[in-house]
């Protein structure tokens, strides 16, 4: 059920009998949320192997699931991505949805099986469902499939980048773990907080570690391998930054509050992605206040 990295990682943070719901195939609840979503994150390994995290867009209804083992996008979707790499048969997957509207959310994780008809076939080898705790709630305009992503990269983190990062309230990480016969691969998971939630150190970006479902699947797989994305999210401007670098965990620096422990990521590629949703103005209701000790 856990890779050696997700078990470590509980062990490190002194969890112990840690059970989860997780299905081969994935429920038809599960198929019918995938297919009422307007956007989908993504994350696989580009060609020098290091993780990518991707917002992928279309009209309620453009991710279908044909049967209990596969989701299918639109080739063009992806197409929309111009720094997601192309996919290939047997390239591992990580996906999550989420609607934060409702503040649900359900992940899976698999491998391309290819592309037919226009259409991403992906395998699902890995479906389950994660709690709302940490999604602030939303209402994010409607799709526009005119919008056209405008990228650039960064040497460092510029004035804009940083206060982009000292706003946010969301981000998506992208990890990546070899695979152990039926474990590990390609995953990509949710993080929330308050405003300032992320803090900046120079260079390095600190990232509490809250109280949650205790599967460690970021954390195991980036101790096996510290490369990562982020996609730190502006969804005020409809904007975010896509950085990728190595990440540590700091085991033994608890924070205040739910924070547990942080782990920090260092820029090595940075893009700045502008036009990446409809801007959706400021009305979002935070999840839960508390969070704003201890930061």
Known sequence: MFHSGEQQAQ?????QQVRAALYTTMPE??????????TFYLSVLDHDGWPV????QGASGFIASPNETQLTLPQDALEAVPYLPALKAGMAVGGLGIDFSNRRRNRVNGVVEGVSDGRLQLHVQESFGNCPQYIQRRNLAQHNSRRRLQIESLNSLDADARYLISAADTLFVASHAPRQGSTG???ISHR????????????KLWIPDYTGNRYMNTLGNLLLEPRCALLIMDFHQGAALHI??????LWQMPGEGRTERFWTVEPQRILRLRQLLPAAGTDVEYADSTLAAGQ
């Open 244 to 249: 990728q670098g190595r990440a540590e965990i």
């Open 185 to 187: 691969g390609a995953d």
């Open 11 to 15: 062990q490190k943070a002194g969890y």
């Open 192 to 203: 929330g907080g308050m405003p300032g939630f992320i803090t900046l150190k120079g260079e």
């Open 53 to 56: 995290a991707a917002l992928i």
């Open 29 to 38: 609840q599960h198929r019918l949320f995938y297919q009422g979503l307007e």
